[in-house]
């Protein structure tokens, strides 16, 4: 069974900065070869793509609301995904949600919630005016 945890959510004023982390497990398996990403949702929107990091960590895309704000990387030895974000506004506030491609070594887009079969809980980030 796969597991994704997010850890780092909560309240921080705009301007401030919040690291969000995911640990990903399961058994028998490594995540190291597969493509991970965050995504978010605010009550009312759909889900919507926030950044995500290739397999190899040599590529990571953002969506443009985020760009130059928020970081991802990856540590495939631990098998975990963070995602620092800088610079924060009240509009960043929502769930957000560690996720997992099964397949390894997809090369394609991963800015599509298609694209990832695992899903974290998810976990509240409130950004304060």
């Known amino acids: 069974q796969v597991q994704l945890v997010e850890s780092g959510g909560g309240l921080v004023q705009a301007g401030g900065s919040l690291t969000l982390s995911c640990a990903a497990s399961?058994?028998?398996?490594?995540?190291?070869?597969?493509?991970m990403g965050w995504f978010r949702q605010t009550p009312g929107k759909e889900r919507e793509f926030v950044a995500a990091?290739?397999?190899?960590?040599?590529?990571?895309y953002y969506a443009d609301s985020v760009k130059g704000r928020f970081t991802i990387a990856r540590d495939n030895a631990k098998n975990t995904v963070s995602l620092l974000m800088n610079s924060l506004k009240p509009e960043d506030s929502a769930v957000y949600y560690c996720?997992?491609?099964?397949?390894?070594?997809?090369?394609?887009?991963?800015?599509?919630?298609?694209?990832?079969?695992?899903w974290g809980e998810g976990i509240l980030v409130t950004v304060s005016r």
């Open positions: 399961a058994s028998g398996r490594t995540f190291s070869t597969s493509n």
């Open positions: 996720a997992a491609d099964r397949r390894q070594f997809y090369s394609g887009d991963l800015s599509s919630q298609e694209t990832m079969n695992y």
């Open positions: 990091i290739r397999w190899s960590a040599g590529r990571a």
